[in-house]
């Protein structure tokens, strides 16, 4: 898209003009006949919008500061200006303000041209940190500090670039024609590092969690994977489909000459000034290899329990139950429903200098400070159980498990909390009892089971309604059936459906949790003695206060955070 459009499309959105002066500025462009003035420049003219209300505006989008020379009002070192040889400065429309502490900062008119920043931390070899600023400042500030230079040791520059390939997310290089199969040409290899990267900034601009790479017998299809749903884009031509693999295999540390089995690996990513992990699938498949990358925000995991979308009740809940001496605490649900950020949130609730916490992943998703964490590689031997077994040797106070996967670690879990730890973990249940009867199905005793689960939380993710587009619902006979409710149930709740604006599209934007909180106490212990199906043990935790799943969404939607069709769609089959 053009930078130009893009950056007027996004004046639109935010309201700062409007359609008719845009159609204004179109019609004093076409009667002026000047075909070099831009539109944008034509919006300058019509004072519909200013240039600072552009920098101020891409600024905020892309998470950069601005910079005024003129308020400044100094000149830049000289130490700061050599840094940038002047034909690179010309080249990129950069200009360097200051350097601290090894970080170079460099005013542009783009912050969307992330290939210009990695291009300039390669050839630079040192951190390098975009500032937002006018294009006529910084066009003016080159010509004044670099008037002299000639630029003659240009192609040398261009030639070092092509010969490498710039690896955005780690500052590494690698060579192109060794690594990089089926390209013809290495100046070829630009456009595809664009390329890659662009897919990958779009995808965490719209808040994906997922980037599908799917090759079809005649096309490439790329998806996005947005609050939970699937959204195909734009995608790349067949083409270059092995291209766009290999700049992705190369990235993620993955054997290029391997074709035939799944390989995984990690990309890093810095985008809008956010630190990105991409945790990478590949996959063989009937027409090419098929590639998924979970973004991994570090930012969105280090979320309060508050954010989680407990209501008050539950939330307190909560906070009595990680805060028991001891005793294991499961959560269970379905991959991708959230368990992983609710674990982490409550360790960051518990990450205080008195407590030592160890956890035991596979794999380790996100770095938390303060807090020990252990890889698994079963290729190795290091198992969850074995993990667990050495892990308790570090005299904890809290083990996270990231999953019970077997008897033996499970058995080792068990030990842990009796000897007074206090365990979290994860399993692959649809509700909460069912967490009780999948332990004793694994081999684990009763009275083991009995004596050291204190809890267990079954959660779900439903999509939030959109705030600034919300519409009126009132619910259905059909729903309320398929619910199992009556309207006396939901009497007073006021119930919202999507609608769709220019900030979320399709209604919806974001996800919260749904959760089934389920306390044991001495009646469920009695049970588990007896060895009750999960049916028995269900109906005497609604009996002791157990709110379901599908109960905690319908308040929520009642609330109108979500809509019922959501709550239907995550629930119905788990409650039937």
């Given at each position: ?148 230079q000639s630029g003659e040791n240009l192609d040398t520059l261009l ?204 794999p380790v998703e996100y770095e938390l400070s303060g807090i020990n964490q252990v890889q698994i590689n079963t290729d190795i031997g ?195």
């Amino acid at each position: 898209m053009d930078n130009d459009q893009f950056i007027i499309d996004l004046l639109l959105q935010q309201g700062i003009i409007s359609e008719a002066q845009v159609e204004a500025a179109k019609q004093a462009q076409k009667e002026s006949g000047e075909e070099e003035t831009s539109l944008l420049d034509a919006l300058y003219e019509s004072k519909a919008c200013t240039e600072q209300d552009v920098i101020d505006m891409l600024a905020a989008e892309y998470g950069m500061d601005t910079y005024d020379f003129d308020k400044a009002g100094k000149m830049i070192p000289t130490e700061v200006v050599d840094v940038i040889p002047g034909n690179i400065a010309k080249r990129y429309q950069v200009m360097p303000v200051s350097l601290t502490n090894g970080v170079l900062r460099v005013a542009m008119a783009d912050p969307g041209d992330f290939e210009a920043l990695d291009a300039i931390r390669y050839l630079l070899k040192m951190d390098v940190e975009g500032v937002v600023a006018s294009k006529r400042q910084i066009k003016k500030q080159i010509d004044l500090n670099y008037s002299d230079q000639s630029g003659e040791n240009l192609d040398t520059l261009l030639t070092d670039m092509t010969e490498t390939t710039i690896d955005v997310t780690q500052g590494n290089t690698m060579d192109t024609t060794a690594d990089v199969q089926g390209a013809e040409k290495e100046d070829d290899e630009a456009p595809i590092i664009r390329l890659v990267s662009l897919l990958i900034l779009e995808a965490f601009r719209t808040r994906a969690s997922d980037i599908h790479m799917e090759p079809m017998e005649k096309r490439f299809r790329v998806r996005y994977r947005i609050d939970g749903v699937l959204n195909e884009v734009e995608s790349p031509p067949k083409h270059m489909q092995n291209q766009v693999l290999s700049r992705l295999k190369l990235q993620a540390g993955m054997d290029l000459s391997e074709h035939r089995i799944p390989q995984d690996g990690r990309i890093r990513f810095s985008a809008m000034g956010r630190d990105l992990d991409l945790r990478v699938s590949d996959i063989p498949t009937t027409w090419g290899e098929s590639i998924v990358m979970r973004i991994l925000d570090k930012s969105g995991v280090m979320l309060g329990i508050s954010e989680l979308g407990f209501f008050p009740d539950d939330q307190e809940t909560i906070n009595n139950v990680i805060h028991f001496p001891d005793g294991i605490f499961l959560v269970t649900g379905p991959t991708g429903s959230g368990k992983t950020t609710s674990l982490y949130s409550f360790l960051h609730a518990l990450n205080q200098p008195v407590s030592k916490i160890i956890t035991a992943e596979d794999p380790v998703e996100y770095e938390l400070s303060g807090i020990n964490q252990v890889q698994i590689n079963t290729d190795i031997g290091m198992t969850f159980a074995n993990a667990l077994r050495a892990m308790l040797r570090q005299a904890p106070n809290i083990i996270m498990v990231g999953e019970i996967r077997d008897d033996e670690t499970g058995e080792i879990a068990i030990n842990a909390a009796l000897t007074g730890h206090l365990v979290f973990s994860t399993l692959h249940t649809n509700d909460a009892p069912s967490a009780i009867t999948r332990l004793m199905d694994m081999g684990i005793k009763p009275f083991l089971v009995a004596s050291s689960l204190r809890a267990v939380m079954a959660q779900r993710l439903v999509r939030r309604l959109c705030k600034s587009c919300p519409k009126p619902h009132d619910i259905t006979e059909a729903e309320l059936e398929q619910l199992g409710i009556t309207a006396a149930d939901v009497e007073g709740m006021s119930f919202k459906d999507p609608n769709g604006c220019s900030e979320c599209k399709k209604g919806y934007r974001g996800r919260m949790g749904i959760y089934e909180i389920f306390i044991l106490d001495e009646s469920i212990h009695n049970l588990i003695y007896q060895m009750a199906d999960a049916g028995v043990i269900r109906r005497r935790a609604m009996e002791i206060g157990m709110r379901t799943l599908r109960q905690d969404g319908i308040r929520k939607a009642g609330a109108g955070i979500t809509s019922i069709s959501e709550v239907i769609r995550l629930t119905v089959a788990d409650e039937n």
